[in-house]
C-alpha cells in the first residue's frame, strides 16, 4: 500500500521553540516535496529534495531526505506565529504506468505567544 | 497570466448532474495532477497525466473522468454528481524535479 504518514498531526507550540515533523513513506523514492497551505487557501511550494542526504533550509524551516530509511524531516527553528499553517509531506511515485505524487495527510502546526 | 488556473473557483450542482472542472497551465509542463481535499483525509489523487493523451488513475477514480488532448489543459469531469463528491477540487502542474504548483481550487457542493 502506498502510504505517507505524518507524525505528529496536530503540533501546538510557542514561539521561540523548536520542533521537528516527521515525514515517512511506504515506498523507494529519492524524490521528497513539503508543501504549506493556509485556512482556505491553496498549497505552495516550500522544499523539493531530489536526492538521498539532500537538505534545504529557508528561513526558520530546514527539511532533510533520507532515502534509505524513506524519511524527510521538517526541522522548525525559533517558531513565530506566522508559520501557523497545515503542513504536507509528499513523495515521488514511481509505480504504475507514470510518476505520480502520494501526499501525508498532513501537519496541523499552530504558535503560540 | 503565467501560471496555473482553476474554473470556476465555487461550484454548486445538484445530484445527477454532469460537472467539469477546467485546469490551464500555461507553462507547458508535462506532469499534471488532480485532487481532492476533505477533513480527514487529506489529499487523494483522482487522476494524474504525464503528457497529452497520457492519464493514469490514481487513488479515487471512481466517478470521474479527464482528458488531455493538449499539454495545457486537464479537465476533471463528473459524470453524475453525487452528494459524496463535495468536495475541495486541487489540480497541479509541474515537473519530478522543479516540483509542482497547485492551482487556487474548485470548492464544489452537490446539493
Known amino acids: 500500500e502506498l502510504k505517507v504518514e505524518q507524525n505528529p498531526l496536530f503540533l501546538s507550540m510557542q514561539e521561540g521553540k523548536n520542533y521537528t515533523i516527521y515525514c515517512n513513506y511506504s515506498?523507494?523514492?529519492?524524490?521528497l516535496y513539503w508543501y504549506r497551505q493556509d485556512p482556505g487557501k491553496s498549497l505552495e511550494s516550500l522544499f523539493v529534495l531530489l536526492s538521498n542526504g539532500a537538505e534545504k533550509q529557508e528561513g526558520r524551516l530546514m527539511a532533510s531526505l533520507d532515502t534509505k530509511a524513506r524519511l524527510s524531516t521538517l526541522h522548525i527553528t525559533a517558531a513565530v506565529h506566522d508559520l501557523s499553517a497545515t503542513y504536507f509531506c509528499a513523495f515521488m511515485n514511481y509505480g504504475g504506468s507514470q510518476g505520480n505524487l502520494i501526499f501525508g495527510k498532513g501537519t496541523k502546526l499552530s504558535v503560540k505567544p | 497570466d503565467a501560471g496555473i488556473t482553476q474554473s470556476p473557483r465555487y461550484k454548486i450542482t445538484e445530484t445527477g448532474r454532469q460537472v467539469t472542472l477546467m485546469c490551464h497551465q500555461t507553462?507547458?509542463?508535462?506532469?499534471m495532477f488532480w485532487y481532492r481535499q476533505d477533513l480527514g483525509h487529506g489529499l487523494r489523487l483522482i487522476y494524474y497525466?504525464?503528457?497529452?493523451?497520457?492519464?493514469d488513475k490514481g487513488e479515487v477514480p471512481d466517478g470521474y473522468v479527464v482528458s488531455r488532448s493538449k499539454t495545457e489543459n486537464f479537465p476533471l469531469t463528473l459524470e453524475s454528481a453525487t452528494r459524496s463528491q463535495t468536495s475541495v477540487y486541487f489540480c497541479?502542474?509541474?515537473?519530478?524535479?522543479?516540483?509542482?504548483?497547485f492551482g487556487s481550487g474548485t470548492r464544489l457542493t452537490v446539493v
Open positions: 515506498t523507494t523514492s529519492d524524490r
Open positions: 507553462w507547458s509542463h508535462s506532469y
Open positions: 497525466s504525464a503528457a497529452a493523451d497520457i492519464t
Open positions: 497541479a502542474s509541474g515537473t519530478m524535479n522543479g516540483g509542482y504548483t
